[in-house]
């Protein structure tokens, strides 16, 4: 049934009316694995960003489904423009407790394609403090995601995120790194570039 439903949103011209009924899937108890997957594909068919990441939201509270079938929120994700809806996904999402090591190359390939600097900052900067840094591959991949943000302020940021160790939450070293950043202690892109290339 669900799957028909599903197939039946594609024709709903309004996105709201799409949005809604998606999310009232998504509040169904005992929603199976297949359910789960044909539901998240139809968001992609959702016009406005802001019922996607809704949606989407919705969805990600089934936390064990959304780390089973990754692949097709990342999809439903990368569908979305709107670099504010995809912060606001990617803020549920780095919380689910079911991600592990493997996950996270793909989250971050995906978070390093949002347009707004200081948008995948705040993601970027979320999700350090869980990520499993001594993963070669998480640890390039995040280090390319940070390197994609133009802003400097930003980009020190995030990359003093993942070299902050958690037990100093790193708010006070961070803002001083990014400050650093575009200032004396950094004063070019090229002595940055130096100092981030030692933790590749």
């Keep these: 049934m669900?799957?028909?439903v599903a197939e039946c949103v594609g024709t709903i011209y309004s996105a709201k009316e799409k949005g809604d009924?998606?999310?009232l899937i998504a509040k169904r108890s005992g929603l199976s694995e297949k359910q789960f997957r044909v539901s998240v594909k139809a968001i992609n068919g959702i016009s406005a960003d802001n019922q996607k990441a809704i949606?989407?939201?919705a969805f990600l509270l089934h936390e064990q489904f959304t780390g089973q079938h990754l692949d097709?929120?990342?999809?439903?994700?990368?569908?979305i423009y709107?670099?504010?809806?995809k912060q606001n996904v990617f803020t549920d999402l780095i919380r689910n407790r079911y991600l592990k090591a493997?996950?996270?190359?793909?989250?971050?390939?995906e978070i390093r394609e949002m347009s707004n600097d200081s948008h995948k900052s705040d993601v970027l900067c979320k999700l350090a403090p869980r990520l499993p840094k001594n993963d070669a591959n998480v640890r390039q991949a995040y280090l390319m995601a940070a390197d994609s943000i133009y802003s400097s302020k930003e980009k020190a940021a995030a990359t003093m995120a993942f070299v902050s160790e958690?037990?100093?939450k790193g708010s006070k070293k961070q803002k001083k790194f990014a400050d650093d950043a575009s200032g004396k202690e950094y004063g070019s892109d090229d002595?940055?570039?130096k100092m981030q290339s030692k933790h590749l």
């Excluded at 709107?82 to 809806?85: I, K, L, V």
């Design 2 to 4: 669900i799957a028909g």
């Design 21 to 23: 009924v998606v999310q």
């Design 55 to 57: 949606s989407l939201k």
């Design 72 to 79: 097709v929120v990342l999809s439903a994700v990368g569908t």
């Design 82 to 85: 709107s670099s504010a809806d």
């Design 102 to 109: 493997q996950h996270f190359p793909s989250i971050l390939n």
């Design 166 to 168: 958690p037990a100093s």
């Design 191 to 193: 002595d940055y570039s």
